[in-house]
């Protein structure tokens, strides 16, 4: 028999009858036809926020304000650090782009650093939800000195 959708009287297309014959239901049915799975954008921005991080070099991700307001706001007691700052995704039913604001630190080679993001997001984001990244873009919007004092370390007054 043959696949293809004939017009009827109507004007709509029929159903082959080949398909409405073989259309596996209940148990025999393939797990991925059983309903819809979505994934929500802040859980891509996790995903990548955690892989971006994981690569040695990168000293934070954000740009300097959101980095500020960050810090403020991991201080507050049962406070949790927001692992998606600096993250931004547009997710689709089957891709995704990422884009991340990251800060640097000095002397590392920021195109191979870039390269090693980049590998990090795709591979994790592909494998925990099954999207193709289409792109990672990388912007570098600071680089951290060895000399420059961090938040954490509670500053020059103590």
């Known amino acids: 028999m043959s696949d293809i959708t004939k017009p009827t009287a109507g004007g709509k297309a029929s159903r082959p009858a080949s398909k409405a014959l073989t259309a596996q239901t209940g148990s025999e049915a393939a797990p991925e036809t059983r309903g819809r799975t979505t994934i929500a954008d802040s859980v891509v921005e ?3 926020g955690m892989a971006a991080r994981e690569i040695p070099g990168i000293h934070s991700l954000g740009s300097g304000m959101s980095r500020t307001l960050g810090a403020v706001t991991d201080k507050v007691p049962g ?3 927001n692992v998606s700052r600096g993250v931004k ?3 689709g039913e089957r891709q995704a782009a990422v ?3 990251v800060v640097v630190e000095y002397g590392v080679p920021i195109g191979d650093l870039a390269a090693d993001v980049r590998t990090s997001v795709i591979t994790a ?5 099954g999207l ?3 792109e990672v873009n990388i912007a570098v919007d ?3 000195l060895p000399d420059d004092e961090d938040d954490e370390d509670g500053g020059r007054v103590q």
């Open 46 to 48: 996790k995903i990548a």
């Open 79 to 81: 406070g949790r650090p």
């Open 89 to 91: 995704v547009e997710v």
């Open 99 to 101: 884009d991340l604001d």
């Open 125 to 129: 984001v592909e494998r925990m939800t």
């Open 132 to 134: 193709e990244v289409v």
């Open 142 to 144: 600071d680089v951290h």
